[in-house]
C-alpha cells in the first residue's frame, strides 16, 4: 500500500518545503487545498462549484472542500496531503475517508515562525521567494527588486498565527489523540526535518 502522509503546522513551518522532497522522493502526489480547487474549480457539487466562491472573493466552505480533497486524494496513489484540515471538522471528515500512514507535525515556536514569515522577500519578476536571513540572491539586479508581500507583514502574520492557533491546534490535538501524530522538530535544518520525516516513514509497516 502506498504511503498516505499528512504534514501539519503552522504557516513559516516548513510543510510547503518538506511536501514538495517527500513527494518526489516517495513519488507521491502533492496534495494542497489550493491546487485542489483550482485543478476541480468547475466540479460540481452539492455546495455549487468551486469557482462560484473563489470568483466571489469568498470562503469555500467545508463540505464543497472535504469534496474536492477526497476527490484528489481518491486519484492518487500515494500522497502527501499540505494544508488540509484545518480545522477538526475537516479532520474528522478525512478520517472516514483514508488511513493515513502518518500525520506528522513540525513543531515551531512562535518567534521562529514570525522571523521566518516576516524576513520572506518576494521576486516580483519570476515568483522565486527569497529570505533575508539565510537566502538571498547574489544578482545585484533581483536584490533591487525584491518586496515584501502584504500578507508577510509582522501585524499580518501574527493574525494568520492567531487564526492557526484557534483553528488547527484542535486538528493537531485529534491526531494526538487517535495515535497518529509524529512529532518533528521544525526548527532543526530542513535537511535534518526532512531525514526524521523520512525515518518514520520508512519505519512504518504499511509502507510500499
Excluded at 501574527?158 to 492557533?165: A, N, P, Q
Excluded at 526535518?193 to 520508512?202: A, C, K, L, P, Y
Aim: hydrophobic share 35%; net charge negative.
Amino acid at each position: 500500500m502506498s504511503n498516505r502522509i499528512l504534514l501539519l503546522g503552522a504557516p513559516g513551518a516548513g510543510k510547503g518545503t518538506q511536501s514538495k522532497r517527500l513527494a518526489d522522493a516517495y513519488g507521491l502526489e502533492h496534495i494542497t487545498t489550493g491546487d485542489a480547487l483550482r485543478a476541480n474549480k468547475d466540479m460540481e457539487t452539492d455546495y455549487g462549484t468551486p469557482r462560484e466562491y473563489m470568483d466571489a472573493g469568498e470562503l469555500v466552505p467545508d463540505g464543497l472542500v472535504n469534496e474536492i480533497v477526497d476527490a484528489a486524494l481518491a486519484d492518487a496513489d500515494g500522497f502527501v496531503l499540505d494544508g488540509y484540515p484545518r480545522n477538526l471538522s475537516q479532520a474528522e471528515y478525512l478520517s472516514e475517508q483514508t488511513d493515513l500512514t502518518a500525520a506528522i507535525f513540525l513543531d515551531v515556536g512562535e518567534d521562529e515562525l514570525v522571523r521566518r514569515l516576516t524576513g520572506r522577500r518576494l521576486d516580483p519578476e519570476t515568483g522565486e521567494i527569497y529570505h533575508v536571513e539565510f537566502n538571498m540572491p547574489e544578482d545585484e539586479a533581483i536584490l533591487e527588486r525584491l518586496e515584501q508581500r502584504d500578507d508577510d507583514t509582522e501585524e499580518v502574520v501574527t493574525d494568520r498565527l492567531e487564526v492557526y492557533y484557534e483553528n488547527t491546534e484542535p486538528v493537531i490535538e485529534h491526531y494526538r489523540e487517535t495515535g497518529d501524530l509524529i512529532e518533528v522538530d521544525g526548527e532543526a535544518h530542513p535537511d535534518e526535518v526532512f531525514e526524521r520525516i523520512s525515518e518514520v516513514i520508512d519505519e512504518d509497516p504499511t509502507d510500499a
